[in-house]
T-cell receptor
Framework: QKEVEQNSGPLSVPEGAIASLNCTYSDRGSQSFFWYRQYSGKSPELIMSIYSNGDKEDGRFTAQLNKASQYVSLLIRDSQPSDSATYLCAVSRTGGYQKVTFGTGTKLQVIP | GAGVSQTPSNKVTEKGKYVELRCDPISGHTALYWYRQSLGQGPEFLIYFQGTGAADDSGLPNDRFFAVRPEGSVSTLKIQRTERGDSAVYLC?????????FGPGTRLTVL
């Protein structure tokens, strides 16, 4: 079992729709959860972090965390063609242990 | 301010050669990470420095890989006796609080 699992996609959504990206993780000690966006040929950039169960909203992005189910998701509202990228889920423990483990990423395509 | 920089941006070498990849983190960031990313994969953790010391090197694939950060700033990833399977993009990131800032990466090609 991979430590962080994501559907590789591609996930295709029409412009203006909601894109839903999902991630599961195996380490129950994980406390910090991140979503990175990576454009083709570029480096990852952090778009959301979440640490507590529930929802966290930032503009068009909402991260959702359910530690009991070991599940984290990212919703992108009003998807734009510029959102087309690979979205990487990453997790880490805290308390001084800061190894970060990434999933393989989900490729999102927003169709104009 | 300047972001994380990595040099060279591209490195082509022959199987069996030695290579060094350099990372210059954001000033003041004490934590530094090295990752390796192959096509279609997420970044694979290699090693993490807190200051000058390697806090976790569990991701280094074998003893051909070594990394240093002698003054707690610039880090060098060293690969001996390179193999074709080492070809990948090597990413460096420095961390402030709980956010990692990635450099542009070094694309290593081993022929």
């Amino acid at each position: 079992q991979k430590e962080v699992e994501q559907n590789s996609g591609p996930l295709s959504v029409p412009e203006g729709a909601i894109a839903s990206l999902n991630c599961t993780y195996s380490d129950r000690g994980s406390q910090s959860f991140f979503w990175y966006r990576q454009y083709s040929g570029k480096s990852p950039e952090l778009i959301m972090s979440i640490y507590s169960n529930g929802d966290k909203e930032d503009g068009r992005f909402t991260a959702q965390l359910n530690k009991a189910s070991q599940y984290v998701s990212l919703l992108i509202r009003d998807s734009q063609p510029s959102d087309s990228a690979t979205y990487l889920c990453a997790v880490s423990r805290t308390g001084g242990y800061q190894k970060v483990t990434f999933g393989t990423g989900t490729k999102l395509q927003v169709i104009p | 301010g300047a972001g994380v920089s990595q040099t060279p941006s591209n490195k082509v070498t022959e199987k069996g050669k030695y290579v060094e990849l350099r990372c210059d983190p954001i000033s003041g960031h004490t934590a530094l990470y090295w990752y390796r990313q192959s096509l279609g994969q997420g970044p694979e953790f290699l090693i993490y420095f807190q200051g000058t010391g390697a806090a976790d090197d569990s991701g280094l694939p074998n003893d051909r890989f070594f990394a240093v950060r002698p003054e707690g700033s610039v880090s060098t990833l060293k690969i001996q006796r390179t193999e074709r399977g080492d070809s990948a993009v090597y990413l460096c990131a420095s961390r402030y609080e709980n956010e990692q800032f990635f450099g542009p990466g070094t694309r290593l090609t081993v022929l």
